[in-house]
């Protein structure tokens, strides 16, 4: 049976943030059923093989990831942040929906950048379903979290150890609903053990500071697609967007009425990040592009991005 390494005495701290993971449904419903209806002591409670591992739970918020707002990132950012500066505590582990969970991996990973392990664990189907993928998903997350060498913020999810910042949902339905494109994934976990196949993540962190302002910029995405015109971008801006996102097609090709609008756009103080709807590859910048590019950000990630650069107050 599959165990947590005993190597090491340090706490690892499980935080519940909802999700499908916490999900329950009648009759083994795979997709009709209710986010967030479970408490983080019980997902826990689900998996023996975490009896008598050295655990502490917190909820820190109870919803569908859908739903994910600046308060709850923020206060997240902050207990995961306070747990790793006690020296009881080896790992933080987080509990939390698939939908957002690209956003929230990034912010964390843009936030903490920390020098030990915080991973997410989420699931496809409800605590309910036949076959539940919550529960070897948490001992999964708890294994990387407690293993000696780790670092970063990560998440787990069908076996495949994922870089957050890197990582994108792929896929609607199926368990292993996650990719990094053409980065791969850090490593599998197979039977508590990790087949590393790439170095743990080093990022440099912004910190909290720029979480604790009241007041969040808007940041907004865009598409650019057949037909599009500037009109959107127009409204954004005379309704007081701060920063835009346009997810634009291909290696950044942004439909020239759209580009026209977002350029009158750069030029009245908003910040523009432009990223690909593509769902892999990057978007490769060029000499004299006149809208920067996100690099392999998705656009969600490039939105997040774009906020914390608004929020520091100045470029990255
Ligand atoms: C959610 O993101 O909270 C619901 C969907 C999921 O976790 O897969």
């Known amino acids: 049976m599959q165990s947590i390494s005993k190597n090491s005495a340090a706490k690892t701290v499980i935080l519940g943030t909802g999700g499908t993971i916490a999900g329950t449904a009648e009759a083994g419903d795979n997709i009709g059923y209710t986010a967030a209806q479970l408490g983080v002591a019980q997902l826990v409670a689900r998996v023996p093989a975490l009896a008598g591992v050295p655990l502490e739970v917190e909820q820190v918020a109870q919803l569908d990831s859908k739903d994910m707002d600046f308060a ?8 995961v942040a306070f747990h790793l500066d006690r020296p009881d505590v080896g790992g933080v582990v987080i509990t939390h929906g698939t939908d957002t969970l690209e956003e929230t991996g990034y912010l964390l990973h843009r936030v903490l950048a920390p020098a030990r392990p915080v991973v997410l664990a989420a699931a496809m189907r409800p605590a309910t379903a036949l076959l539940a993928d919550g529960p070897q998903n948490v001992l999964d997350a708890v294994s990387v979290a407690c293993h000696p060498e780790a670092r970063g913020v990560l998440a787990v999810l069908s076996g495949a150890v994922w870089v957050a910042g890197e990582m994108r949902k792929t896929h609607s339905y199926r368990t292993d609903a996650f990719s990094a494109g053409d980065a791969g994934p850090l490593g599998w976990l197979e039977e508590g053990v990790l087949r590393q196949l790439r170095p743990w993540p080093v990022a440099r962190s912004v910190g909290l500071a720029p ?7 808007r940041v907004e995405i865009v598409f650019s697609h057949a037909g599009a015109d500037g009109r959107l971008v127009d409204a954004l801006v005379r309704d007081g967007v701060d920063g835009l996102v346009v997810a634009a097609t291909g290696n950044g090709t942004v439909h020239h009425e759209v580009e026209a609008a977002l350029l009158r756009a750069q030029a009245q103080g908003v910040k523009v990040l432009r990223s690909t709807r593509v769902g892999a590859g990057a978007v490769l910048a060029k000499p004299g592009d006149a809208l920067p590019s996100a690099g392999t950000l998705t656009p969600v990630q490039a939105r997040v991005e774009l906020l914390l650069q608004l929020l520091e107050g100045a470029p990255r």
């Not at 709850?72 to 207990?79: E, F, G, H, K």
């Not at 979480?211 to 910029?217: A, T, V």
């Open 72 to 79: 709850t990132w923020r206060l997240l950012a902050q207990r």
């Open 211 to 217: 979480l604790e302002r009241r007041e969040w910029p």
